[in-house]
């Protein structure tokens, strides 16, 4: 932390000695009902925008996620697709029915709970909404939501380019176009290819590129404004991402691998939306249609090694009553394969007024709409273990969410401000598979918001917030009869009460957030896991509820214009995330007491801090970013090490190019992402390890940029 009190000490001494420069821009939040301000909107919400994003060279979201307060992920694919905002989401592949705790949006396509098409060329700003929210986005929104709006047409014709080499083989080459179609159509198109080998060597193989990265992303928009009272966009998304996925090693040496069947991380997203605007002088109509189809597959080698490694092992030899009678070379070979295919449809529909058709003397904004979904998705899992199939399962799910939702804002005069919001939904599913189980549930969930916002002068806003979330129940196939009794579990209940403050300071140079947060979850899912000791290969994956817990912490967000050259911002997130009372069995049937532990991938402290400064065309960027040590997993006690990673950006910027070097974990900080504890090693009996998956280690590279319009 000391490093992020110096940048503290930093933003006082600017804001006290009143430097010339010129105030921030002001932030626009998109993810709500209507454009809001930043200091108008009464949720805890951090925005990352395209700048911000170009100064700490990031070219997927991953690469500035460390950044928000509260906000982790969890490492178990080659992209991040889980996600964790104050404790609360998944850590891996699910088994059956998506059901996400953290919704993740590009544009108006959810693509919850499949993250990894995140490029962040041609993205307008990042917006990570903390805390239920139901009234706009339902049960996808338990813990908060995570969009990524992209740029729109411009009326001027402009062109950027981006081209990317670094360490790693890493090969990046970007280009867009936007401008005018006709006199009333514009339009915007994107495609950016990414390439790099992953950071692993594959000793065995005599390949570098087994982890490799392989990413192609493509956005194209139309905007029609028909009339001044009709608007009508457009939206089309492509991404494909061919990805290997060889992390993974029985030493723990993090990045020379032995596999001889390494995995892929692959996944191709298309997806539309079609948004349409429509007012009178008496009421405001938004349609929303989107519908987006994704394929993807998750495959490793689960025995982490080669026949050559294992023969040259020695394990125990078992009769056909699996009595021991000796030693023979070890034979183990097992790979896990799962692939998916998602189609979702929505539309939606909103009603709002305008400035003539507000209730109650014109102060209050209403607000009413309807929404509908289908999601039908087919998962086929294949796992093989010494050349005989280990399981088979086919499934097919398909569910409809349809939900009424209200809001109200109202101006309460002497700075006061009230919203209050409401969504009923409900969700009938149906789900069937080749192991014969069979589920059709179907339940009725409801959540909103009540949020009171004080404008104490013209420099600070406060507000009170409590919010109702809500995250459907479910259902666990393929358990063995010991389990039968978790065959489904509730939905989820959380409850959260919020106060913050947010503040200009300086005429507008600076600002800053502070938040205080309390958490209650009813009926907590918690996902978990028990090793086979009968088959160790295997895992039995299942959700139960574990009662109820409470978590609460803080977040502080800062910014800073200390002088016309020099920014400072920062962050910081303190979490407290337990356990309510929650017993479960392991393996062998021995009860493990976790009530009032830590929660997984919850850290205590998220933290960052940094500085850019612009000068006569020269740029340079310093930036820091850390976790404490967390829980890997629900299922052990395995723990994380704490973390501090340095990045830094140089370079000088021209009116129509730029030309940057960059470097991002400077320090080559070696730091776990993701962590198992369990036995996959036959000459050691299979005896309990910790096994380690570590994030990116250093990479340095250079980035040449051009634009023109």
Not at 44 to 58: C, G, K, L, Y
Not at 370 to 379: A, F, K, V
């Amino acid at each position: 932390m000391t490093e992020y009190r110096l940048i503290v000490s930093g933003l006082a001494l600017a804001i006290a000695g009143q430097v010339a420069a010129a105030p921030l821009e002001e932030i626009t939040v998109t993810a709500d009902f209507r454009d809001t301000t930043w200091q108008e909107v009464p949720s805890s919400i951090t925005v990352i925008d395209q700048q911000a994003m170009r100064d700490e060279s990031a070219r997927h979201f991953e690469d500035v996620l460390n950044s928000v307060a509260n906000l982790n992920w969890s490492g178990a694919t080659s992209r991040p697709r889980y996600f964790q905002i104050r404790g609360v989401g998944e850590q891996e592949d699910y088994q059956g029915a998506p059901n996400s705790s953290v919704g993740f949006m590009v544009d108006d396509v959810d693509l919850s709970g499949l993250g990894m098409a995140a490029s962040t060329f041609d993205i307008q700003q990042i917006e990570v909404l903390r805390g239920p929210q139901s009234t706009r986005f339902g049960a996808n929104a338990l813990a908060g939501m995570i969009r990524l709006k992209s740029e729109d047409p411009t009326d001027t014709f402009a062109v950027n380019g981006q081209v990317t080499l670094g360490q790693d083989d890493q090969q990046g080459l970007g280009l867009s176009v936007s401008g005018p179609a006709g006199e009333q159509l514009s339009y915007r198109l994107a495609v950016e290819s990414q390439q790099q080998n992953g950071y692993r060597d594959n000793a065995y193989l005599g390949r570098d590129d087994t982890n490799g990265r392989d990413e192609l992303t493509t956005r194209a928009k139309l905007r029609w404004d028909a009339t001044d009272n009709l608007r009508i966009d457009l939206n089309y998304l492509y991404a494909r991402l061919d990805n290997g996925y060889d992390a993974w090693t029985l030493d723990n040496n993090g990045f020379d691998t032995l596999t001889d069947k390494p995995g892929t991380d692959n996944q191709t997203t298309q997806g539309a939306s079609l948004k349409i605007e429509w007012a009178t002088d008496e009421v405001a109509l938004t349609a929303i249609t989107s519908l987006a189809n994704t394929e993807h597959q998750h495959a490793y080698d689960g025995d982490w090694a080669n026949p050559d490694y294992w023969a040259a092992k020695t394990c125990t030899a078992y009769d056909d009553d699996w009595n021991p009678v000796g030693t023979e070379p070890c034979v183990y070979d097992y790979i896990w394969d799962k692939q998916a295919e998602r189609d979702t449809l929505s539309q939606e529909f909103r009603l709002a007024s305008t400035e003539a058709s507000r209730l109650f003397n014109g102060s209050t904004d209403w607000l009413l709409g309807i929404y509908g979904r289908t999601l039908e998705e087919d998962n086929d899992l294949y796992s093989e273990y010494n050349s005989w199939p280990d399981e088979v399962l086919a499934s097919e799910y398909r569910a409809t969410n349809t939900a009424v939702f209200a809001q109200t804002d109202s101006d309460l005069g002497a700075g006061w401000a009230l919203s209050v919001g409401l969504r009923s939904e409900t969700r009938n599913a149906k789900y069937e598979d080749s192991n014969n189980d069979n589920f059709s549930p179907s339940e009725s969930m409801w959540g909103g918001h009540l949020a009171l916002t004080k404008v104490l002068s013209d420099s600070h806003t406060s507000y009170v917030r409590l919010a109702r979330g809500y995250k459907a129940g479910g259902f666990n196939m393929t358990l063995p009869p010991a389990l039968a009794d978790k065959k489904t579990f509730d939905a989820e209940t959380l409850y959260n009460a919020e106060w913050a403050l947010k503040s200009n300071w300086a005429e507008g140079r600076a600002h800053t957030t502070v938040t205080l947060f309390y958490m209650d979850r009813q009926d907590q899912q918690v996902a978990a896991s028990l090793q086979d000791p009968d088959d160790p290969q295997r895992f039995i994956l299942f959700t139960e509820n574990a009662g109820s817990s409470d978590n609460y912490g803080a977040e502080f967000e800062g910014r800073i214009s200390a002088t016309e050259q020099i920014e400072f911002y920062g962050s910081v997130g303190y979490l407290q995330a337990q356990y309510g009372d929650y017993v479960y069995q392991d393996k062998y049937g021995s009860p493990v007491d976790l009530s009032g532990r830590d929660l997984a991938h919850a850290p205590r402290w998220t933290y960052s801090a940094g500085m850019s400064f612009r000068s006569l065309g020269w740029f340079a960027n310093l930036s820091l970013n850390g976790k404490s040590a967390f829980y890997y997993s629900d299922s052990n006690d395995s723990r994380s090490q704490a973390y501090t990673l340095f990045n830094a950006r140089v370079g000088y910027e021209a009116q129509s190019w730029a030309l940057y070097a960059w470097g991002r974990n400077l320090t080559d900080e070696r730091y776990g992402v993701r962590g198992f504890y369990f036995g996959n090693d036959p000459s050691e009996d299979w005896a309990d390890t910790q096994y380690i998956r570590f994030g990116d280690p250093r990479q340095i590279g250079v980035t040449a940029q051009l634009h023109f319009d």
